[in-house]
């Protein structure tokens, strides 16, 4: 069965410093992976996905995610960290034929 | 171009009553996706619409949960009875119908809350 991982709950950085989400994944096949956010009050919003290609995937807002097949991981990053990237994050993978398994999210925290 | 809009944004019921969902895709996507996600747990997915069909309920968690899509447009999702572990926040998605690997738009999603 497929299964994503965060294993953080919670990642703390100071604004202007660069971020990482972690996330690993375990799926049979190829795999399909996405990073969502959600802010306070809203759906789900699509920042990235790697289908196939360059193992360094860019996304909206200045995020980043690299794809380490050996490690099975796919960490969001981005170089420096704003006050508004404060959300929830969530890792997914494409399960069955286009249903998303999700991690259980990351909440990102970035201070003044 | 509108996107996902879900009513209602919050629902508080006793245990025992019934409630209704209801998800209205981006208009001419064929795929409907119903996910939940339960305090502080991953999100779940419940069940996927292509056009007015079930493609895959394996997620839905028992019985008492009803999903239809009449005519392939908006979708409704009906617990009944509502039981207290049926709270949690529930999220629509649609697809366009090229390509299992594109992105699904989520709406902002419905907290039900089971007293």
């Known amino acids: 069965a497929q299964s994503v991982a965060q294993p953080e709950d919670q990642v703390n950085v100071a604004e202007g410093n660069p971020l990482t989400v972690k996330c690993t994944y375990s799926v049979s096949g190829n795999p399909y992976l996405f990073w969502y956010v959600q802010y306070p009050n809203r759906g789900l919003q699509f920042l990235l996905k790697y289908i196939t290609g360059d193992n360094l995937v860019k996304g909206s807002y200045g995020f980043e995610a690299e794809f380490n097949k050996s490690q099975t991981s796919f960490h969001l990053k981005k170089p420096s960290a704003l006050v508004s990237d404060s959300a929830l994050y969530f890792c997914?993978?494409?399960?069955?034929?286009?249903?998303?398994?999700f991690g259980k999210g990351t909440m990102l925290l970035v201070s003044p | 171009e509108a996107g996902v809009t879900q009513f209602p944004s919050h629902s508080v019921i006793e245990k025992g009553q019934t409630v209704t969902l209801r998800c209205d895709p981006i208009s001419g996507h064929d795929n409907l996706y119903w996910y939940r996600r339960v305090m502080g747990k991953e999100i779940k997915f419940l069940l996927h619409f292509v056009k007015e069909s079930k493609q895959d309920e394996s997620g839905m968690p028992n019985n008492r949960f009803l999903a239809e899509r009449t005519g392939g447009t908006y979708s409704t999702l009906k617990v009944q009875p509502a039981e207290l572990e049926d709270s949690g926040v529930y999220f629509c998605a649609s697809r366009g119908s090229v390509g299992r690997d594109n992105e699904q738009f989520f709406g902002p999603g419905t907290r039900l809350t089971v007293l």
């Open positions: 997914a993978v494409i399960s069955g034929y286009s249903t998303l398994t």
